[in-house]
């Protein structure tokens, strides 16, 4: 049945006998066995991603944090709990043609987690939690020495100061695009169903209207498609 | 349809008539507009509960935190995120005859809250966070002056000492009984299918066999039911 659907199935494949490489959803990071500090992406735009990828033809790798989506049909999955882990799945999955960073990864992990759940302390304080940097995993795939993806495209979720934030890095992560979103909660698009973008590219800022995560997915996958064909032209 | 079957269900009602309040799920603590502190509570129990409770006849509302999980059919659902709104909730839903109090509720919040996404320092360290405690619901409900349950039921997750410290959490809460379960990571209770629980009361400690969380539910509901006739009767 899916080989015939395949052959009547008349959409263009620009994206045929490439690998596309995406990650998708929140990072958790341990305090101890139960508690953890997380973010408020679904992954939603992630794996609108991948199916978009997919569709275009496209052999996926999808790396994602703990999120609650049905993984897309047809795509590898590869679940991830923390931003180390995140990073090394990553790198295990390179090389790749395109390589799409949508994951809010954390960019702090607690260095002195408790090996057992953490009490009410007598006076009523908390432990304090001390933090350290995580691998920056977009900049790790941006700048990798030997397997860097022709196109490698970066996220910025901001609630202030969107574009400069984003252009920044832009060239600190050494991605080819960034795609800027306002996530203040005012927004709704932490979590919702919709996205309003801009494509941040070293010489140009393209601001898109507000539509659905999958119209967005569908219409960055055609724009990427049609980049990595000039890039390889070139 | 519904009359039909309610008129074909001969199962018994021990608590129509009766208002059951029940918790469930975790609490999501607020760092800044997009990461907080969340933990590894499913809600699972709490919402086998509310069910069980419905199903044995009770009116039922079920106070959630952020959860994946369908509310059961039929129950009042008030969603919260954080400690302070779960105790806001709990409070304006009683007076209630039994109470059962299955959330994992966060000990502590977050009181230098980020207005704005808290950005990478130029040191790479992070902003200490400061903590204070939540209020401790299950003793608000337990201890409260005019609108006590006649039952008050807390649930205490340990990963160490689980006995010793549910038992001082009874005395401290002002709880009738308290569920204690081992949440070590190894046990895979917190957010798995299937529960081991202790009932602790301030005269005797009962191990009850591993079961699902559904078998776990139908048989407290069933106890308290008969607890609360004795109480009545008494």
């Keep these: ?14 994206l045929a ?11 958790h ?15 939603k735009q992630g ?4 199916t978009a990828a997919r569709d275009a033809g496209a052999r996926v790798t999808l790396v994602s944090g703990p999120v609650a989506l049905e993984p897309p049909r047809g795509v ?10 995140m990073k090394a799945a990553v790198s295990a999955a390179l090389p790749a043609d395109i390589a799409i960073m949508a ?11 408790g090996a057992e759940k953490i009490k009410k302390q007598a006076d009523g304080s908390f432990p304090a939690l001390q933090f350290e940097e995580n691998p920056d995993i977009a900049r790790f795939v941006g ?4 397997k860097r993806p022709k196109l490698v495209v970066g996220f910025a979720a901001e609630t202030q100061d969107l574009e400069a934030n984003a252009a920044r890095k832009l060239t600190k992560k050494g991605v080819d695009w960034i795609i800027a979103n306002d996530v203040s909660p005012q927004t709704g698009i932490m979590g919702g169903d919709h996205n309003m973008i801009k494509i941040i590219r070293s010489d140009s800022i393209e601001a898109w209207q507000d539509m659905s995560k999958q119209d967005v997915a569908s219409r960055l996958i055609a724009r990427l498609s049609e980049a990595l064909e000039e890039s390889i032209e070139i």
């Design 1 to 14: 049945l899916l080989a015939i659907k395949a052959m009547l199935d008349d959409s263009p494949k620009p």
């Design 17 to 27: 006998g490439r690998h596309v490489l995406i990650t998708a959803g929140p990072t």
């Design 29 to 43: 990071e341990p305090i101890d066995p139960v508690r953890y500090i997380a973010n408020r992406s679904s992954g």
């Design 47 to 50: 794996y609108a991603l991948a």
């Design 76 to 85: 590898e999955i590869i679940r991830v709990e923390t931003a180390r882990e």
């Design 103 to 113: 994951a809010a990864v954390a960019d702090w992990h607690v260095t002195n987690q």
């Design 143 to 146: 700048t990798h020495p030997d």
